[in-house]
């Protein structure tokens, strides 16, 4: 979200309750979304740094356009026959049903998220973002029809749409004013779910991938100390995760609803940080996998977008703060039961910065560099290192990267800087072939004829008249046009190998459908079970970290998975003197383990369909790394700081091996791998 210009107004309100410390903490979420898009400081400079590689040249291209005039834009009939829902993920591309690649070109139809900007009357517009009073639903219906709008967003030359919401929005059971829908008629007397449902069937209808975002839990917008910082603000983690599972379960037979973006721009709080990976009730890591994995049970065809940590700390010299964005994603990513499933998501803004908040003056400004300050080089670096490296092919973070939002100020701007950003922004994501949605697409004209967002993509006064980025005197219009009508991987996509991390640090990691249908495998333990299709093939020493692929992945059988506490399936000859083994029975292969601390408890084994070979060879890793110099994640560290063993892609993991003496703490200190073939 891009909140409305900076105000001394709002700066006194939100320090009128709290002291010194705590407006500074109230800077820093306001700061996290951008609490001054009007008040820029000034240009700090940045080293430049080497430029990121580039992405690898697409087999196939589309047809490009020019940044003085755009292709034809596809009519709804067009646009709907040109992909087949749902959508899925191969590597770093998003594709159809067909197994076509889908580049997601898509724009924020803000405004169920709600626009009161927490103070004043809720309904003098004055007190909304931009002055725009949106009624809790999709901002321009009591405007311009509905057909006028999409027929806009089709002359932009989007295919998808992002459709935040806040959590209020589904509770609430007042019909919206007839005014909110005076150019809709048809709406008059409905709910915000409602309206919402009429938006999402007119969208899809017409052709548009539809993604849900939930971006607030109030209807009040944005930033700040305003209850909506993380998906647990204002309600409990469980209403969260209920919340999407009414809304998915609502939209699932429309495979025109693609994807579910479960929480916009997560940030400080008061007196907490989001954080990735810790456990607790802040851990976006954990909630974020567990809402996806209960989205997929039930709904298996949506996309789950995460977007990263959007801001953590207090914005002052002294204290650490930052937009980390998806830098922790390299150490610990996500696994879910449906591993073609997941996108990741971040935000840029040209105001902000990888530690700047965006504030112009007072309270949460910084002199960090913000990303309009950077060299065209250094910005490209910087993009790589907080999002798209995760694009990067064969390593355990690899998925699409959407940047779900980013935007300038244009028809009337004079902000050169900001000028030069967008340029220079559009030009990597164009240059990466980067899948995009621009914010905000739809904004209110002024008495004056002018935009009262100039951020908006397209504007409409009273009597529905439209005028749009794509019109004369919006300077945008160039970049806009280069960037939808540049050169993108199209047609078919191959299928590729996944590698998928599994993270015991504080509980159990079971993404596999099969064992979720079924009870505690191993009581007492925290447990790692691949995803179905996948399967184990190297752990951690001491930090129960695990490693999963498909690699070449033999058949399975149709025999019942077996939980290995004992030597018994030892066979073939001691592998490993000395030390206890856990090895699957004969022609089967490890799925899963489970820890007690972080000492090894069990194997989960599954049957191949077909007789695997009894060759093998021990790979130790108690002394050091022991991992494939080339193939599966191999530029990527999945149990950092710790030792690591992994069997090559063309093996199965078929044992393991540890032992209580010499303080080796019954941690995993070999792997018996066997080749597939």
């Known amino acids: 979200m891009r909140a409305a210009p ?73 646009l709907a026959a040109s992909w087949t829902g749902p959508l899925s993920t191969r590597g770093r591309y998003v594709v159809d049903a067909s197994g076509n690649r889908f580049k997601l070109k898509s724009g924020n139809w803000a405004g169920a998220q709600g626009t009161w900007e927490g103070s004043g ?61 005076a150019a809709n008629p048809q709406l008059k007397g409905r709910t915000p779910l409602q309206v919402f449902d009429a938006v999402v069937e007119a969208l899809t209808a017409d052709g548009f991938a539809v993604i849900l975002n939930n971006h607030t839990t109030s209807y009040r917008f944005c930033c700040g100390l305003d209850g909506n910082e993380r998906w647990n603000s204002g309600q409990s983690t469980r209403q969260w995760e209920d919340n999407w599972l009414f809304l998915v379960n609502r939209y699932k037979a429309n495979k025109r609803v693609v994807g579910a973006d479960l929480r916009n721009e997560i940030r400080r709080d008061t007196w907490n940080d989001p954080n990735w990976g810790w456990g ?7 909630a974020f996998e567990n809402a996806g994995n209960r989205i997929l049970q039930t709904a298996p065809d949506m996309l789950v977008v995460m977007e990263g940590i959007n801001w953590y700390g207090i914005p002052a010299a002294l204290f650490s703060h930052g937009r980390p964005l998806l830098t922790p994603v390299a150490t610990l990513s996500n696994t879910l039961i449906r591993s073609d499933k997941l996108v990741y998501a971040a935000h840029f803004y040209g105001y902000t910065g990888p530690a700047n908040t965006g504030a112009g003056s007072g ?36 998925a699409p990267v959407w940047i779900s939002e980013f935007g300038a100020g244009g028809r009337g701007s004079t902000n050169a800087q900001e000028k030069a950003w967008f340029a220079a922004f559009t030009d990597i994501l164009v240059r990466n072939d980067t899948d995009f949605a621009l914010w ?7 008495p004056d004829g002018a935009p009262q967002d100039d951020w908006a993509a397209l504007s409409y006064d009273r009597a529905g008249n439209e005028l749009g980025l794509d019109g004369p005197g919006d300077w945008r219009a160039a970049d806009w046009n280069k960037l939808v009508n540049a050169p993108s991987r199209s047609g078919p996509v191959a299928e590729t190998t996944r590698w ?22 191993s009581p007492g333990n925290r447990k790692g079970n691949c995803p179905d299709g996948q399967r184990l093939v190297g752990l951690g020493r001491s930090d129960s970290r695990g490693l999963c692929t498909d690699a070449g992945q033999p058949a399975a059988g149709a025999g019942p998975w077996v939980n290995v506490t004992d030597e018994r399936y030892v066979i073939r000859g001691d592998w490993a003197s000395g030390y206890n083994k856990l090895e699957c029975p004969k022609d089967s292969y490890a799925v899963g383990y489970s820890v007690n601390r972080n000492a090894m408890s ?36 999945w149990a950092p700081g710790y030792h690591k063993g992994q069997c090559a892609d063309g093996e199965y993991l078929a044992g393991v091996a540890y032992t209580w003496k010499w303080m080796h703490g019954g941690v995993p200190d070999a792997l018996l791998c066997r080749p597939l073939a």
């Open 6 to 78: 900076f105000s001394p107004a709002r700066v006194r309100a939100a320090g009128r309750t709290l002291p010194a410390l705590l407006a500074a903490l109230a800077s820093a979420s306001l700061l996290a979304g951008a609490a001054a898009a009007g008040a820029q400081a000034a240009p700090a400079s940045a080293p430049a740094g080497p430029a990121p590689a580039p992405a690898p040249a697409p087999t196939t291209v589309s047809k490009a356009g020019s940044a003085a005039a755009s292709t034809a834009p596809l009519t709804g009939a067009q």
């Open 121 to 181: 009357d809720v309904n003098d517009p004055a007190n909304h973002q931009a002055d725009q009073m949106s009624h809790n639903i999709p901002l321009g219906l009591d405007r311009a029809p509905m057909a006028k709008i999409l027929a806009g967003f089709h002359r932009l030359g989007l295919n998808s749409i992002r459709l935040p919401y806040a959590d209020a929005l589904v509770h609430d059971t007042a019909p919206v004013p007839d005014a909110a829908v």
């Open 280 to 286: 607790n009730e802040h851990d976006a890591y954990n």
């Open 363 to 398: 309270w949460g400004a910084t002199d960090d560099p913000r990303y309009q300050d950077f060299t065209p080089e250094r910005l490209a670096q910087v993009i790589d290192e907080q999002a798209l490296f995760v694009t990067r092919a064969g390593q355990h973070f690899t």
């Open 440 to 446: 905000p697409l739809v904004g209110w004209t002024g």
């Open 500 to 521: 998928n991390m599994l993270d015991l640090d504080f509980a159990d990691q079971n993404v596999s459908a099969r064992m979720l249908a079924q009870g505690d495998w």
């Open 602 to 637: 069990a194997l989960l084994c599954a049957p191949a369909a077909a007789p695997l070979p009894g060759t093998g060879r021990v790979v130790w890793f108690d002394q050091g790394d022991n991992r494939p110099a080339t193939g599966g994640s191999a530029a990527s560290d």
